[in-house]
């Protein structure tokens, strides 16, 4: 069974950071593009950031360029995001997912959440004083 486990969520006051894992269950993200999205109450979900299944080519939502990191190491078949200086307006529910995508470009990066069918269950992180 493919499966997603998003950890590191927690409260942490404005100008903290964090960093999010996504460890991949029952496959190797090889060849998987990830993605980190996000839904706060009443809003939908939206990229957060995405790298290609190389780790070549990353993107990065307006609203966090600057500030958050993705990486991946495949050898521990994991996916971090790293986000610093935190602002109130992250907090949410952070899901990370991946798309094969082997046959792709190397640079290929997938933002939509709609190119995403494997998907975890979400770790909640707040920022808040």
């Known amino acids: 069974q493919l499966q997603l486990v998003e950890s590191g969520g927690d409260l942490v006051q404005p100008g903290g950071s964090l960093r999010l894992s996504c460890l991949a269950s029952?496959?190797?993200?090889?060849?998987?593009?990830v993605g980190w999205f996000r839904q706060a109450p009443g809003k939908e979900r939206e990229e957060v950031s995405s790298?290609?299944?190389?780790?070549?080519?990353?993107h990065y939502a307006d609203s966090v360029k600057g500030r958050f990191t993705i990486s991946r190491d495949n050898a521990k078949n994991t996916v971090y995001l790293q986000m610093n200086s935190l602002k109130p307006e992250d907090t949410a529910v952070y899901y990370c997912a991946g798309t094969y995508t082997r046959y792709n470009s190397r640079l290929y990066v997938p933002i939509s959440r709609y190119e995403y069918n494997v998907w975890g269950q979400g770790t909640q992180v707040t920022v808040s004083s």
């Open positions: 029952g496959f190797t993200l090889d060849y998987y593009a």
């Open positions: 790298i290609s299944w190389s780790g070549d080519s990353t």
